[in-house]
T-cell receptor
């Protein structure tokens, strides 16, 4: 158990809908990262938050957004869902911002999103 | 831009035999390199990392990895594979602090499926 929790485990929804994925980082970790794992794109970095602020963006669609709350949990919001958004969404956390030598990312179990 | 390549989609090995999973990378400066493992219906589990120092890094579950700067490789190894090692293995690279991509994001390879047969 990495200490990172994600809810829900599975989500099935229809095209055009909006969903929210939730992540709670390990105790003491300030950085939260979101990744998408799909068959065609592999594992891709979406976005990073540190202590409530957005710090880096990857290949995240405009229909997707995220935030990190004062208690450090994070939510990934996916809207106007398309079939191609079906994927496994991972959250990871690490202690700091700058990715120093001691900064290892630990991953949650993921949320499997199926868009029908 | 940084990138990672895992040239083998699948590696098959008999239980008790040595296991090697290959990884090569491309990154500016001195890379931070990682191996993660994904079991079915589970998240990614951290195995080991190379930051600096000894080229041979030891990690969890008896795994180790060898960093080779001249060949830009970071191959994962285990002297004696177990059936329970069957899983999907990912190599990842992160640019060190002070470089363009220094915010800590991981760049993953495509993954290598390891199948260990009894």
């Amino acid at each position: 158990d990495s200490g990172v929790t994600q809810t829900p485990k599975h989500l099935i929804t229809a095209t055009g809908q909006r969903v929210t994925l939730r992540c709670s980082p390990r105790s003491g970790d300030l950085s939260v990262y979101w990744y998408q794992q799909s068959l065609d794109q592999g594992l891709q970095f979406l976005i990073q938050y540190y202590n409530g602020e957005e710090r880096a963006k990857g290949n995240i669609l405009e229909r997707f957004s995220a935030q990190q709350f004062p208690d450090l949990h994070s939510e990934l919001n996916l809207s106007s869902l398309e079939l191609g958004d079906s994927a496994l969404y991972f959250c990871a956390s690490s202690p700091s911002l700058a990715g120093g030598p001691q900064d290892t990312q630990y991953f949650g179990p993921g949320t499997r999103l199926t868009v029908l | 831009a940084q990138s990672v390549a895992q040239p083998e989609d699948q590696v098959n090995v008999a239980e008790g035999n040595p296991l090697t999973v290959k990884c090569t990378y491309s990154v500016s400066g001195n890379p931070y390199l990682f191996w993660y493992v994904q079991y079915p219906n589970r998240g990614l589990q951290f195995l080991l990392k190379y930051i600096t120092g000894d080229n041979l890094v030891k990690g969890s579950y008896g795994f180790e990895a060898e960093f080779n700067k001249s060949q830009t490789s970071f191959h994962l190894k285990k002297p004696s594979a177990l059936v329970s090692d069957s899983a999907l293995y990912f190599c990842a690279v992160r640019a060190p602090p002070g470089t363009t991509d220094s915010w800590g994001k991981l760049q993953f390879g495509a993954g290598t499926q390891v199948v260990v047969t009894p």
